[in-house]
């Protein structure tokens, strides 16, 4: 069974800058390249919401609101998945979820806040 971890969350001021990392287990990595992994966010009240997803041929997805800030990226052969974020936004405050898909799995989450 694939199991996710996240680390990199914390505290930041606006404006800074914060690297998330998801590494998978449970999986080989032959079948790691050829899942799509990514990341949600949930703010507290509020639905998990898309952030950026990157598939098996390195295709990305970014949302609208953190295009040009947010730069996701994976390393297949340690079956990890990495999330840069700079110019960081109180709005961007949120617990992160990474994610793959096949299966779909959740990580257990990391909480990120940023100060104004």
């Known amino acids: 069974q694939v199991q996710l971890v996240e680390s990199g969350g914390g505290l930041v001021q606006a404006g800074g800058s914060l690297r998330l990392s998801c590494a998978a287990s449970g999986r080989p990595s032959s079948r790691a390249s050829s899942a799509t992994m990514g990341w949600f966010r949930q703010a507290p009240g509020e639905e998990r919401t898309f952030v950026a997803a990157?598939?098996?041929?390195?295709?990305?997805q970014y949302a609208d609101n953190v295009k040009g800030r947010f730069t996701i990226s994976r390393d297949n052969a340690k079956n990890a998945v990495y999330l840069q974020m700079n110019s960081l936004k109180p709005e961007d405050a949120a617990v992160y979820y990474c994610?793959?898909?096949?299966?779909?799995?959740w990580g257990q989450g990391t909480q990120v806040t940023v100060s104004s």
């Open positions: 994610y793959t898909n096949p299966p779909i799995t």
């Open positions: 990157i598939r098996w041929d390195g295709n990305t």
